[in-house]
């Protein structure tokens, strides 16, 4: 379950970095920031639970258990 967790976190992270890189206006690019962040800090919460539970993760596309 965490691992899938992790997926889907590193796969919003990676849709908030192409937004970010797409907004055109000032809104935009702070909406973007703040989206990129929380997704960002959402991943990292996710992976330091993964190690402390004892999870290793490898390759960020693949993100499997080991």
Do not use: C, P
Request: charged letters at 30%; hydrophobic letters at 50%.
């Amino acid at each position: 379950m965490l691992v899938f967790e992790i997926r889907k976190a590193h796969q919003n992270w990676v849709a908030a970095q192409a937004h970010f890189e797409f907004a055109l206006d000032k809104d935009q690019v702070d909406y973007a920031i703040y989206a990129l962040e929380a997704a960002e800090k959402r991943f990292e919460m996710l992976i330091k639970q993964a190690k402390q539970s004892g999870i290793s993760l490898i390759d960020t596309d693949r993100l499997t258990e080991v």
